[in-house]
């Protein structure tokens, strides 16, 4: 698998490190792997808690830690937007957050 590139709609402090931290974790997947090579030059962050990826889940999850849900500064003071930061399949990171919706429309016909 090869990244072929990125599409920011958000821009959001540190998103290239963290995909760096998630592409060189010893135990990151194929499909996260292929992030190492593009993000790897933009560091490392530290991290507070992991959620490993599961192929069953299909998604793994990074916690960095920040003040008051802010930014976290790491050595060098380049700030990452602290959090829990989810990668995976978006029909199953998603799958939750539109629940019911269908149904809340009615019946059809």
């Known amino acids: 698998m090869v990244f072929d590139g990125s599409h920011v709609l958000n821009e959001v402090a540190g998103w290239q490190r963290v995909l760096g931290t998630i592409g060189s ?10 992030l190492a090579e593009p993000f790897s030059e933009a560091g490392v962050v530290e991290v507070a808690g992991v959620v490993p990826f599961d192929s069953v889940r299909k998604w793994s999850a990074l916690i960095v830690d920040g003040a008051a849900g802010g930014a976290a500064d790491d050595a060098a ?5 602290a959090g829990t930061w989810v990668l995976g399949a978006p029909d199953f990171v998603l799958q939750d957050s539109h629940a019911g919706t269908a149904g809340s429309r009615g019946p059809r016909g």
């Open 77 to 81: 003071g380049t700030s990452v937007a």
């Open 25 to 34: 974790a010893p135990d990151a997947n194929v499909t996260a792997r292929c």
